[in-house]
């Protein structure tokens, strides 16, 4: 398996416009996760999804940030509209369990500026 | 709620120099409790894990023991090399109790030859 794809690697925005992250999990991982890593804040849980169904979305800092997942292979974390405090590297990560404590597997992150 | 707590860095150490990072944590539930490793430009990566209390998680020379009397999960390595210079971070999950993936804010090692 070619581990959790994350896409874009690098994107580089305009204060205002719309910013979509996409994720592809792990052929078979139930559970999928968003995160956001800063400096000052270390690596935040945004949002997690239980077979595509979102379980827990306090961490998702305000309205302008929203996530889906259609289907059990695809996800998407929009910020509409994007500020500069939104600059940071974005995670996405899977794992296999429903009801278990297994590790997660990350992608690769996309590192987000905001200007 | 859970929560996780490391120590906070950079810790600066010589080739063969002896590691440990603390970690503690507060959990309602049994969390289980995971090492990650962050090289540079890069995702998380797990390094060890554990998932009941008095495990031990063992992984290229890094271990760490689940000690539910104190609540911590510290990692230590006896001999560091230069490559293992990176960011550590500490995590539980207790999805029994609605926890996801949660991390401490991580430790920046820096190992010197």
């Known amino acids: 398996d070619a581990g959790v794809i994350q896409s874009p690697r690098h994107e580089v925005t305009e204060m205002g416009q719309e910013v979509t992250l996409r994720c592809k999990p792990i052929s078979g991982h139930n559970s999928l996760f968003w995160y956001r890593q800063t400096m000052m804040r270390g690596l935040e849980l945004l949002i997690y999804?239980?077979?595509?169904?979102?379980?827990?979305d306090s961490g998702m800092p305000e309205d302008r940030f929203s996530a889906k997942m259609p289907n059990a292979s695809f996800s998407t974390l929009k910020i509409q509209p994007s500020e500069p405090r939104d600059s940071a590297v974005y995670f996405c990560a899977s794992n296999p369990s429903v009801g278990g404590n297994t590790e997660a597997f990350f992608g690769q992150g996309t590192r987000l500026t905001v200007v | 709620g859970n929560s996780v707590t490391q120590m906070e860095g950079p810790v600066t150490l010589s080739e063969e120099a002896f590691l440990t990072i603390n970690c503690t944590y507060t959990a309602t539930g049994y969390p289980s409790l995971f090492w990650y490793v962050q090289y540079p430009g890069e995702g998380l990566q797990l390094l060890l894990k554990a998932t009941k209390a008095d495990d031990k998680g063992s992984n290229k020379g890094f271990e760490a023991t689940y000690r539910k009397e104190t609540t911590s999960f510290h990692l230590e390595k006896g001999s560091v090399q230069v490559s293992d210079s990176a960011v550590y971070f500490c995590a539980l999950s207790d999805v029994q109790a609605g926890t996801a993936l949660i991390f401490g804010k991580g430790t920046t090692l820096s190992v010197s030859s």
């Open positions: 999804f239980n077979n595509n169904v979102p379980i827990d």
